[in-house]
């Protein structure tokens, strides 16, 4: 999720040779207000029995996204839980509200408001224990924590977890701001971390959804390929507002005996349509997109039969020819744009390039086709508002790392150990399964190398 202005984006980011992604803070509406007092008063509410769904919102705000943060908070209070459905909360903000907290959102409750400088959280309520302090959200036992104890609390046939705040395709999601790494930069929730946390929770989840940018990549989607159903996410950046929470509450108890898919369905429809008004300037950017993607098809999209690992292979030997070479990034340069940073967001579409591949190195057709065939079982819907000649229509709708730049190659992407990470003082950054699964990583690293040599001075 990033912070936009009327003239285009306020989010700068800029990363370090490991991959590290910084975010600088800006101003997405005139200046945050002074912190606000705090008054830690329990509201009285129960979930509902026997529910068909519990939303569970990991709402990290310890960033520049606070206010938009309790915005989304005051959004789904609009609805509140009710009609089979529970939603509750775990939210983290910078300075608006001291410490972390829990919130239920039952019928006609307002838990913050800034202007009485008032927080009515359900701390007690929730976790029959005092407020649990100042958590750091880019800790993978923070999201564990928050799944345990959303699941005791609230049980139901269906659980849906989204996790809210700025994301970076394969460098992470969940900035906390207030917790900062032994080098200085903020912690966050790396793929590898973020898939343990919830398979450490054990809770049987079938939607997770990303209201976070960039996310809508392979990485997280075999990461996760074990623990939900349907990911919800997007392949490009998310505007500041995010998800359109009181649509999608409001759908969701209107039918809250729908399925896995028809929820994840749901997220992706009431998200994209609530910026279907804001024509071709939506939030600062040309388009909004959100995909379904089908988590039980992720492993054959990785190491199937003409999978990500079998194309890897085949074009590994391919990098030490100059003329393939030239194939391959014009393959990559043709695939439609899905962020505005250059190379420091080297995401590919993945469908779009095997495509060109197949089209501009015929002999690897075969395999593309099968690739192709993986991306279009695994991606089970796409929607988007963007204007007629936008490029992100041709998307389909899940991505992949792939930088055809030297100076963009984050070798942590590969590092399958902690000591291997350690040694290379690239921590957090390790053990993403489709670097341990497939070969895709010892590509990127000689294609780039092999691009490197030919550099002046390289």
Known sequence: ????????????????????????????????????????????????????????VYLDGDNNLQLSAIGDLVEMEKIGSKAGVNVIVLMDTLDQVEGTHWYYIGQDTEHVNLTEGSNHCDCETITGQDCPGELNMGDGASLTYCIETAVAFAPAKNYMLVLWDHGGGWYGVCWDDSSELPDGRSDRLTVDETGNAIAAAG??????????????????????????????????????????????????????????????????????????????????????????????????????????????????????????????????????????????????????????????????????????????????????????????IRTYGISLYFTCSWNYLYEDYGYETYEEAEAAGALPYYGMDIAIDSVWDEFLEAFAMAQAEVQPGG
């Not at 779009?352 to 065939?373: C, D, H, R, W, Y």
């Open 203 to 392: 809770a049987d989840l079938q939607v997770i959804a990303f209201d976070a940018c960039f996310s809508g990549c392979v990485e997280y989607a075999y990461e996760l390929k074990d623990l939900a159903d349907y990911m919800a996410a997007s392949i490009t950046t998310v505007p500041g507002a995010g998800f359109a929470y009181d649509n999608l509450i409001a759908g969701l108890t209107e039918n809250s005996a729908m399925g896995a898919y028809d929820a994840a369905k749901l997220v992706t429809d009431t998200y994209v349509q609530s910026y279907a008004c804001s024509g071709s300037g939506i939030g600062g950017f040309p388009y909004v997109e959100m995909s379904v993607i089908d988590l039980s098809k992720a492993g054959d999209l990785v190491t199937g039969d003409g999978g990500i690992d079998d194309l890897a292979e085949a074009l590994l030997p391919l990098t030490e020819d100059a003329t393939y070479r030239g194939m391959i990034e014009s393959s990559e340069a043709m695939t439609p744009q899905i962020q505005f940073s250059g190379e420091q967001f080297p995401f590919m579409d993945l469908g779009m390039f095997a495509v060109k591949l197949g089209q501009n190195i015929p002999e690897l057709s075969e395999l593309t086709e099968k690739l192709l065939a993986h991306v279009q079982e695994t991606v089970v819907y796409i929607d988007f508002v963007a204007t007629a000649t936008d490029a992100c």
């Open 1 to 56: 999720m990033v912070l936009t202005t009327a003239i285009g984006l306020a989010l700068i980011v800029s990363m370090s040779a490991l991959g590290v992604l910084t975010l600088a803070d800006s101003d997405r509406s005139g200046g945050l207000t002074q912190p606000a007092p705090v008054l830690r008063e329990a509201v009285e509410d129960s979930p509902i029995p026997d529910a068909d769904w519990t939303v569970i």
